[in-house]
């Protein structure tokens, strides 16, 4: 029951983001970036979009469990510019998400 209690808190924080324009735009950047990369590695590497997206997420989270590998010049270089880029963005939607939840969880507890 207390896992149900926590995914219903955290949906509706999501849902209460929505209407934070700093959470929009970086939810935007989020989709542009994967949208992007998933473009470069289904097409310089030849993987399926799936395995493409599923390298973007893995590889912008910081997880990369080393399964899928650049093989390319290009995609390595792509690679670095585009960890150090998304990085920085996928974190600051991370934080927005936390820093909204937080809010909205202080705000209930003085109810």
């Known amino acids: 029951m207390k896992l149900f209690s926590i995914i ?3 949906i509706h924080s999501l849902l209460l983001n929505f ?3 700093e959470f929009i735009n970086l939810l935007i ?3 542009i970036i994967l949208i992007g990369g998933t473009m470069f590695y289904h097409y310089l590497e030849n993987w399926r979009w799936f395995d493409s997206l599923y390298f973007c997420v893995i590889t912008l989270t ?3 469990y080393g ?4 093989k390319t010049d290009i995609s390595k270089l792509f690679t670095i510019i585009y960890i150090f880029s998304g990085i920085g963005i996928i974190f600051g939607f991370i934080n927005a998400v936390a820093k909204n939840s937080k809010e909205l969880n ?3 507890k003085k109810k």
């Open 106 to 108: 202080d705000f209930n």
């Open 8 to 10: 219903s808190r955290f």
């Open 62 to 64: 910081t997880i990369g």
């Open 67 to 70: 399964d899928l590998i650049p």
């Open 19 to 21: 209407k934070n324009h």
């Open 29 to 31: 950047l989020v989709i």
